[in-house]
């Protein structure tokens, strides 16, 4: 089983910056793929950006390319490992709660469906002001 912890979020005024950190941990020598939803009451959950299990795939949605980056830290304990995004020049519609979300592949495609995912954060709120 593994096991997600989510945090980072915060309250922050536009054009700043926040880095939300994605801790993995459980009884499995894998390393899972990673990304990061993010979620508006009333609205469907977003993919906002992935990383594949090796690191070498990356994948973003249009609104934050460019001000967004995903990165992971996969320590020599591969049962630990932690996956951020860094998020620049936020905007007021970055405002959500944010989830981590992980899954087991091989492959260097970076799914981007929720429903392909296995296991979830609880969740960091980001707050962004005008």
Not at 15 to 30: D, E, K, P, V, W
Request: aromatic share 12%; glycine share 12%; hydrophobic share 30%.
């Amino acid at each position: 089983q593994v096991q997600l912890v989510d945090s980072g979020g915060g309250l922050v005024q536009a054009g700043g910056s926040l880095r939300l950190s994605c801790a993995a941990s459980g009884g499995t020598s894998r390393i899972p793929g990673v990304g990061w939803f993010r979620q508006v009451l009333g609205k469907a959950r977003e993919f906002v950006a992935g990383i594949s299990w090796s690191g070498d795939t990356t994948y973003y949605t249009d609104s934050v390319k460019g001000r967004f980056t995903i990165s992971r830290d996969i320590t020599k304990n591969i049962t630990r490992n932690t996956v951020y995004l860094q998020m620049d020049n936020l905007k007021p519609e970055d405002t959500a709660i944010y989830h981590c979300a992980a899954y087991f592949s091989r492959g260097q495609y970076v799914r981007r469906s929720e429903h392909e995912y296995e296991y979830w954060g609880q969740g960091t709120q980001v707050t962004v002001s005008s």
